[in-house]
């Protein structure tokens, strides 16, 4: 099985839809893909949470490749209140929904092992074959940004695409880290830090 995790808005749904039928065509492996939404219109009023009939239907679709593919909502409002609301990032240059993988510790029965993903990309391969790589002992892999690592640091990586091993991130408390550091000050870049492995693909 391989767990995915996206975040977004209502706006996500063309990007969800196209990415999960690229990955779908690619990979003989079920897929289970949690989707993290949020309610922020207090911020602006499109920020309004995917449906759970647009997720419905993206479950539909997922299940016409494989009958054992899931697609599953997750409303994290509550969360990222408690956790960011008014926090001195909230206002950053990339929307809040940016911030909800950075929640994944705190949702109750979240899978040991997960694959993030931007919801503005494309599987060209089977993903199977980045999401079974063994970071056992490491708390994240990642991927070199192309630009940054070359403008900002060279250890700058590209947050869309994570593979998180969650029960090491939570013994870390790496995610618990980075919200902190989030809330309390103010970032032109969002990014992570203390990265352990990075893997060229």
Known sequence: MI?????????????ALTELISITNKTSEP?????????????????????????????EVVKSKNKENKVTRVDVTKIYKEQFSGSKNETAYC?????????ADLVPNMPDKLL???LDMMAGGDISKLFNIDIEE?????????????IIRPDYINAG???LNMKKIKQTKLL???????????REFIKYTNAKLLIKI
Do not use: H, Q
């Open 3 to 15: 767990n995915l995790l996206f975040g977004g808005n209502s706006k996500v749904f063309d990007g």
């Open 116 to 118: 993030y993903l931007d």
């Open 176 to 186: 618990e880290k980075a919200r902190y550091k989030i809330k309390n000050k103010k």
């Open 95 to 103: 929307t809040p929904y940016t911030l909800l993988r950075l929640l």
């Open 31 to 59: 897929i289970n893909c949690y989707i993290f939404t949020m309610d922020a219109t207090n911020l602006k009023p499109e920020y309004t949470s995917i449906s759970e009939e647009d997720c419905k239907f993206l479950d």
């Open 161 to 163: 695409m994570l593979l």
């Open 138 to 150: 490491y708390e994240y892999a990642a991927v070199k940004e192309k630009y940054g690592c070359w």
